[in-house]
């Protein structure tokens, strides 16, 4: 039998040929030539062969914009192929490792080992089923510009999935040279309308399939471990940010946020009707062979056709109240439940399980809403809006002078009444009041109410106040959706407990939060990051949710956290279960919500079987945390965290601080161009200002960290580690889970960099700010140093698979480096910014690095 990583060296080594082919045939001998040198300079200069570098720097300046561009296109092609060729090898290697489980030998972080590992708790089999029925692992789909592919392109790898499979050597030429031949980079930005589509797209498509595999896994799991088979809802439900967050991004009106609602309805309908119809076709059981539940008869009532097959005329009404928007989820479920007990009551209890769970599976992930959508607005903008109508209102005149005790008192007086306080009639005419009044209309199916960057409790009330006016909240009663507060950065990570105990002291948010079960609280990976470093972010967030969940026991309520995590480390990324896995003791409750963004979305959902895989490993960590497993942390290792953090912070910031830093980061990376590139509707900058690094967003500081081959944010200030005992650091990482996966995450981002790839860029930097980028090597070195001392072995000594891809990726991304440093050059001349072509070129370097080192931001 052929081993999988021969299998994963075939295809690569296929597609690559079909690429050359396609090269051939659409560019020319010429090209092809051009690429072959290009490669194999850059794999030589990669073995340590200075003057092939100095070849390939010379070669790469003589190339016209043409050349250069398309010189980039085939290397980033080459990452689409091997992406492709990379998934297909997981799937092949996770079905092997599926067929060879046993129970003697459960498989890593699969449903086998966690119906055993809940058995080993102690927990019945009942009490299991309770369990897993009571989980609600949220996860919400953001759209981020780290997606950087187009629709277009994804559709044909999709396609070269199918191709590959049936081997047929004509049609796969054919495809790549499809591929091959079409544009990659957007004609113009993409509306939130094309993002929502995109965004959305794999929950109808390998979501859909994946979702009642779950949940079957799972109760076959505790079949194998318990003897008898339970009956399980899935533990997976599905929200979307796309269209309704309007932090910062002036697109998003409350048209577009109708549009949303009405999208996701319209997709999830369409899918249901389709499911329907086919039961409809597949259920043809004649009343004269079995017999029939009165309630099945009944619901089929008034269908003409069908005669003598009840089950059919049952789900052809179904189908037609669906049709009409007549029917609920909780109908639907109701429903198969009946029809569903009919076919077991006959001893067709197969039927039931084979053609009427899966529907079953789908709709209690899914519904009739696919994802309801959240809404997201930064706390100034609300507090704005709260003061237009409190003024049109005649409640106060400036709100917004008053201290935040003062707004908070008053909004709670207020908010005792179920008054409006626009007069009858009236539009309003600030915008933030009549936007925010306009999205609370749009909204529909309802997820939840993000308030960004919260500071006082004032934040959260003035949504009670604008849902008032429209109609959706009455005094002492809940509001029909969470109001989340967000905590970014570190201050208010620092004064999360003080804002929540706050909160629940409040009588409007009290009786809100109890009516609700609890209260959920997101935290932020991204900016907290950014503000602080990458080791005091860490550190502040889990000390965040340990103090959090202790104000909600002492209030009697539960705190759900909501984790705003990104692709790469530096943003909290990385395998997510680990990631759930090192959570603080007793912090994971019954519900936990993920962001899932960018390109992790095809990473992990782009296969009907990746996807089971990724949600399998979720839930193995989260159905544990949530009874409360967990490490806790010593206090000796708290007192020595905490001291390096601080020390972090501080280097961190001084190198921010540092004159010049700012200019410096411009020169060095394509900041400014990724900001040009049309892959996001969001601004790269806050508010249009361009003055320091605080007016940048945290995804494209990232991005631009990684284009250059540095990704500083997720590893700069951890070498402060080294003034701990090396014995300390060797026992915490060991036996703190949280510490492990900290530094794990590090040198995750260590080994991705390049430090001879990022000197490259230093050609575009004013040499008087050329010290910078020497503090930042130095520092990297000692950090790479510090943890192989740590960890006794290589920084990817775990992670040998991801060890491998870079190894081998390495030689590719390197060429579309070096063009890259070329066209920034050119770009940034006098006149460059005009040249048309040039700026094609530039954005698809861009692209191409995106494509080769993946996880970007």
């Given amino acids: 039998m052929t081993e999988p990583f021969e299998l994963l060296k075939a295809e690569v080594d296929l597609l690559g040929r079909l690429l050359g082919e396609a090269i051939r045939r659409v560019s020319g001998e010429r090209f092809f030539a051009l690429v072959e040198e290009v490669r194999l300079l850059a794999k030589a200069r990669r073995q340590g062969d200075e003057g092939a570098g100095e070849a390939l720097w010379k070669r790469v300046g003589t190339l016209s914009t043409e050349e250069a561009e398309a010189l980039v296109r085939a290397f980033t092609h080459y990452f689409h192929l091997v992406n492709l060729a990379e998934e297909r090898h997981r799937v092949r290697v996770n079905r092997m490792r599926a067929q060879a489980e046993t129970p003697e030998n459960p498989r890593p972080e699969g449903f086998l080992a966690l119906a055993q590992a809940l058995k080993g708790r102690g927990l019945s089999l009942e009490e299991a089923e309770a369990h897993l029925n009571r989980l609600e692992l949220l996860l919400t789909f953001t759209a981020h510009p780290t997606e950087t592919r187009r629709r277009t392109l994804r559709h044909h790898l999709e396609a070269l999935q199918g191709e590959l499979e049936e081997g047929e050597r004509t049609r796969l030429e054919a495809r790549v040279a499809l591929l091959y031949a079409t544009e990659e980079v957007r004609k113009a930005r993409p509306s939130v309308e094309d993002e929502i589509k995109g965004g959305l797209y794999y929950l109808p498509t390998t979501l859909w399939r994946a979702i009642p595999k779950v949940v079957e896994g799972l109760e076959t799991a505790l079949e194998r471990v318990y003897g008898k088979r339970p009956r399980l809802k899935s533990p997976v439900r599905f929200r979307s940010w796309i269209g309704g967050d309007r932090d910062g991004n002036p697109f998003v009106t409350p048209e577009v946020t109708r549009f949303a609602a009405r999208y996701a309805r319209e997709v999830a309908k369409e899918k249901v009707l389709e499911e329907l119809g086919a039961l409809v076709r597949d259920l043809s059981l004649s009343e004269a062979k079995v017999p029939v539940p009165r309630e099945v008869r009944a619901g089929g009532e008034g269908v003409e056709r069908f005669p003598g097959e009840p089950y059919r005329r049952f789900f052809a009404q179904i189908y037609r109240k669906v049709s009409q928007d007549e029917a609920t989820t909780e109908e639907l479920l109701s429903a198969l439940k009946v029809a569903e007990g009919g076919l077991r009551a006959v001893g067709l209890e197969e039927v039931g399980k084979s053609f009427l769970r899966p529907l079953e599976a789908r709709l209690s992930a899914f519904g009739l809403e696919l994802a309801p959508l959240d809404l997201r607005e930064e706390s100034g903008k609300l507090l704005l809006a709260a003061a237009e109508l409190l003024r049109l209102g005649g409640v106060h005149p400036d709100f917004l002078s008053l201290s935040p005790e003062a707004q908070e008192a008053l909004l709670t007086e207020e908010l005792k009444t179920a008054r409006p306080l626009l007069p009858v009639g009236e539009e309003p005419q600030e915008e ?60 208010d990570l620092r004064r999360a407990p003080l804002v929540l105990r706050r909160l629940l002291e409040n009588p409007v948010f009290l009786a809100h939060a109890r009516g609700r079960g609890g209260v959920e609280v997101m935290i932020g990976y991204s900016d907290s990051n950014k503000d602080a470093g990458f080791l005091m972010a860490n550190l502040a967030l889990y000390e965040a949710q340990e103090a959090l969940s202790r104000v909600g026991e002492e209030r009697g309520l539960p705190v759900h956290f909501f984790h705003g995590r990104g692709t790469s480390t530096a943003r909290g990324g990385g395998p997510a279960g680990r990631a759930i896995a090192s959570l603080p003791p007793r912090s994971v409750g019954r519900r936990l919500r993920l962001t899932e963004q960018g390109e992790a979305l095809a990473d992990r959902y782009g296969h009907p079987d990746l996807a089971v895989r990724h949600l399998e490993q979720l839930l193995f960590h989260f159905a544990q945390a949530a009874l409360g497993d967990g490490v806790e942390p010593k206090p000796h290792w708290r007192e020595a965290l905490s001291w390096a953090g601080e020390r972090s912070m501080a280097h961190y910031r001084a190198l921010l601080a540092e004159e010049g830093f700012f200019p410096f980061f411009e020169a060095l990376t394509p900041i400014r161009e990724i900001g040009e590139l049309p892959i996001a509707s969001r601004p790269v900058y806050r508010h249009g200002r361009v003055r320091d690094i605080g007016d940048l967003r945290a995804i494209p500081w990232v991005m631009a960290w990684t284009q250059v081959r540095l990704l500083l944010p997720g590893w700069y200030g951890l070498s402060t580690l080294e003034e701990l005992p090396l014995e300390l650091l060797r026992e915490m990482y060991r036996e703190w889970p949280f510490f492990a996966t900290t530094l794990e995450s590090a040198a995750m981002a260590l080994a991705k960099a390049d430090l001879g790839v990022a000197r490259l860029y230093l050609r575009l930097v004013p040499e008087a700010l050329h010290p910078l980028f020497h503090r930042i090597a130095e520092e990297y070195l000692r950090t790479q140093a510090l943890l192989e001392a740590i960890f006794q072995a290589p920084l990817l000594h775990n992670q040998r698979t991801l060890e491998r891809q870079i190894a081998l990726r390495n030689p590719y991304v390197d060429p579309i480096n070096i063009v890259q440093v070329e066209l920034l050059r050119r770009y940034r001349a006098p006149g460059g910014r005009e040249d048309e072509a040039l700026r094609k070129a530039l954005l698809l370097s861009i692209l191409g690095v995106a494509a080769g080192l993946r996880n970007a931001g």
Avoid at 449 to 459: F, G, L, R
Avoid at 460 to 480: D, H, I, Q, T
Wanted: aromatic share 8%; net charge positive; no cysteine.
């Fill in 432 to 491: 933030a009041l009549r936007v925010a009044l306009g999205a609370l209309r749009a909204w529909r199916d309802k997820g939840a109410h993000v308030v960004s960057m919260t500071h006082h409790p004032a934040d959260l009330l003035s949504v009670f106040l604008l849902a008032r006016e429209v109609g959706l909240y009455r005094p002492g009663k809940p509001l029909p959706f969470d109001v989340v507060p967000l905590f970014e950065t570190l201050e």
